[in-house]
């Protein structure tokens, strides 16, 4: 999953972050603020809003994020170039919507699995497959 190009390399924070613009709608400040407490935080003592914001500085800075506009104050949308760190970021072919990564590409990655894997279609097709994989990843067995 490492990008081979090293100006689409992001952080886990980038990856939550662009994932999460990914979505039809602009997610609010909070949204993202609840994305990184809820999928991405370091610890219980990490501030979510300011980590959010950061990342968001930092994609914007990087060319990842469109930059806001006097008519788009609160404009968050992702540029190409931010696409393709989005699918690099996942090993995708083609842009996921924000409800795939949330469902199925980020839970591979905890999972460690390939996100466009058959095997994680089917580790994460319901609460008993992942449980099974998550058991089977504690105790490092296979099948």
Not at 64 to 90: C, I, Q
Request: aromatic fraction near 2%; charged fraction near 30%.
């Amino acid at each position: 999953m490492t990008p081979t190009r090293p100006d689409l390399a992001v952080s886990r924070f980038e990856l939550v972050i662009l994932a999460r613009l990914s979505s039809a709608k602009s997610p609010s400040d909070k949204q993202l603020a609840e994305v990184i407490r809820d999928l991405a935080a370091p610890d219980r003592d990490s501030n979510p809003e300011q980590v959010a914001a950061q990342t968001l500085a930092e994609l914007r800075r990087r060319g990842l994020v469109h930059e806001p506009t006097k008519r788009a104050r609160n404009r968050r949308t992702l540029t190409d170039s931010g696409v393709r760190a989005l699918r690099a970021g996942f090993d995708l072919d083609k842009t996921p919507v924000w409800k795939d990564v949330h469902k199925t590409h980020l839970l591979a990655c905890a999972l460690g699995i390939a996100p466009n894997s058959v095997d994680a279609e089917t580790a994460t097709k319901d609460a008993t497959n992942i449980a099974h994989r998550v058991v089977r990843n504690h105790y490092k067995t296979t099948e």
